[in-house]
């Protein structure tokens, strides 16, 4: 039996950010996300051989063990290789009961690590997905991203925020709230279509050839709020504030103030913490305007993959031509109305 799964990867339009602890515990966050033709896969295929097989396909990686490794409280070892698989494996044979057979795990990313597009959590939800339908687990929406969230926040311990788990998990278009204690609230945005068509048909999404580790951007961020340093903090406020004005102007219509919007949260995002942006986006992002795009934002943490920008009229055109001489390349995606799907073959 092949038992496969699916998640979106997002593209983040607003509040960036406000999703990261300690912000939201001590004041609400609030994130507008997308979720776009651009997938995380995970696929797990019994073995008659007690043996275990990881593979990032993607990645060129792979590790295998013997069952035995993680018989009984044995826990797979988090090296550094293939940990989001491992992490994933650990946690549900912890909490549910696995089957002693042997299995291989694959999973496939449509973007690079470091991109910005949330691949990491969406990747961790795709291979929660595939093992709750091998499982036949019953977990909701709400969930899945919440385990998902658990396994790669607290059980290996990588920094970030709380979106992507539930984007990649809902899918569509979504305005978010972030709470002390992890309460998540998703509200689907029911945007008309031609709204919807216009903001893909306007929205570039442009990636700079580099990636970042965002886990020291996201540290520098929540040591600001710690440290109660009021200019990080009055731009998160802001950011916040801009996931609202995001949501008016989607819901009723006015596509081309979005542009302004994303403007003004690209300002604010570089308040938050050093490292976000770096002269390399700044020189990305003025080339862009100059070329016709009426604002933009560095996607996930900041300093480096996918940035998104917004081009009314027919100015898209103009501004693909000029980015393309800046040594990145035009990522073209559509908007998905679904998340995270499973199956069995």
Same mark, same amino acid.
Request: overall charge neutral; charged content about 20%.
């Given at each position: 039996?092949?038992?496969?799964?699916?998640?979106?990867?997002?593209i983040?339009?607003?509040?960036?950010g406000t999703d990261?602890s300690?912000?939201?515990d001590?004041?609400g966050g609030?994130i507008?996300?997308a @979720?776009?033709s651009?997938? %995380?896969y995970?696929n797990?295929?019994?073995?008659a051989?007690? =043996? $275990? +097989?990881?593979?990032?396909?993607?990645?060129?990686e792979e590790?295998t063990?013997?069952l035995?490794?993680?018989?009984?409280g044995s826990?797979?070892?988090i090296?550094?290789?293939?940990d989001?698989?491992k992490?994933?494996?650990n946690r549900?044979?912890k909490d549910?009961?696995?089957?002693?057979?042997?299995l291989?795990? @694959?999973?496939?990313?449509? %973007?690079?690590a470091g991109?910005?597009?949330?691949?990491s959590? =969406? $990747? +961790?939800v795709?291979i929660v997905?595939?093992?709750?339908?091998m499982?036949?687990?019953p977990?909701g929406?709400?969930?899945?991203?919440?385990?998902a969230y658990?396994?790669?926040?607290?059980?290996?311990?990588?920094a970030?925020?709380r979106?992507?788990?539930?984007?990649?998990?809902f899918g569509?278009?979504?305005?978010m709230?972030?709470?002390?204690d992890d309460?998540v609230?998703?509200?689907?945005l029911?945007?008309k279509?031609?709204h919807?068509?216009?903001?893909e048909?306007?929205?570039?999404?442009?990636?700079?050839s580099t990636?970042r580790e965002?886990?020291?951007?996201?540290a520098?961020?929540s040591?600001?709020?710690?440290?109660?340093?009021a200019k990080?903090?009055e731009?998160?406020?802001?950011?916040?504030?801009?996931?609202?004005?995001?949501k008016?102007?989607l819901?009723?219509?006015?596509?081309?103030?979005i542009?302004?919007?994303l403007d003004?949260g690209?300002r604010q995002k570089q308040?938050?913490?050093?490292?976000?942006?770096?002269s390399?986006?700044e020189?990305?992002?003025?080339q862009?305007?100059?070329a016709?795009?009426?604002?933009?934002?560095?996607?996930?943490a900041g300093?480096g993959?996918?940035?998104?920008?917004y081009?009314p009229d027919i100015?898209?055109?103009?501004?693909m031509?000029?980015?393309?001489q800046l040594?990145?390349y035009?990522?073209?995606?559509q908007?998905?109305?679904?998340?995270m799907?499973?199956w069995?073959?």
């Amino acid at each position: 039996m092949i038992y496969r799964s699916k998640a979106p990867l997002r593209i983040g339009l607003a509040g960036g950010g406000t999703d990261v602890s300690p912000y939201c515990d001590l004041y609400g966050g609030n994130i507008l996300n997308a @979720s776009v033709s651009l997938y %995380a896969y995970a696929n797990i295929k019994t073995l008659a051989e007690k =043996t $275990l +097989v990881f593979q990032g396909i993607d990645r060129g990686e792979e590790q295998t063990f013997p069952l035995e490794a993680a018989t009984g409280g044995s826990t797979l070892p988090i090296d550094g290789k293939l940990d989001l698989l491992k992490g994933v494996y650990n946690r549900i044979k912890k909490d549910y009961s696995l089957p002693e057979t042997g299995l291989q795990l @694959s999973t496939f990313v449509d %973007a690079p690590a470091g991109s910005g597009l949330g691949t990491s959590s =969406t $990747l +961790v939800v795709a291979i929660v997905g595939a093992f709750a339908e091998m499982l036949r687990l019953p977990l909701g929406e709400y969930d899945i991203a919440h385990l998902a969230y658990d396994i790669e926040r607290k059980d290996l311990q990588m920094a970030g925020g709380r979106q992507d788990q539930y984007a990649a998990t809902f899918g569509g278009v979504n305005f978010m709230e972030f709470y002390a204690d992890d309460r998540v609230i998703v509200n689907p945005l029911r945007i008309k279509q031609q709204h919807l068509f216009e903001l893909e048909n306007n929205l570039l999404l442009y990636y700079t050839s580099t990636s970042r580790e965002s886990a020291k951007i996201i540290a520098k961020q929540s040591q600001n709020v710690t440290d109660k340093n009021a200019k990080s903090i009055e731009a998160m406020h802001q950011l916040k504030d801009q996931a609202r004005m995001m949501k008016e102007a989607l819901l009723k219509g006015r596509i081309n103030e979005i542009g302004e919007i994303l403007d003004f949260g690209f300002r604010q995002k570089q308040k938050m913490a050093e490292g976000i942006s770096n002269s390399q986006i700044e020189e990305i992002y003025a080339q862009a305007k100059k070329a016709g795009a009426t604002g933009g934002k560095i996607s996930g943490a900041g300093g480096g993959g996918f940035m998104t920008f917004y081009c009314p009229d027919i100015s898209k055109y103009k501004v693909m031509a000029a980015l393309q001489q800046l040594g990145g390349y035009c990522k073209p995606y559509q908007f998905t109305s679904h998340g995270m799907t499973s199956w069995t073959m």
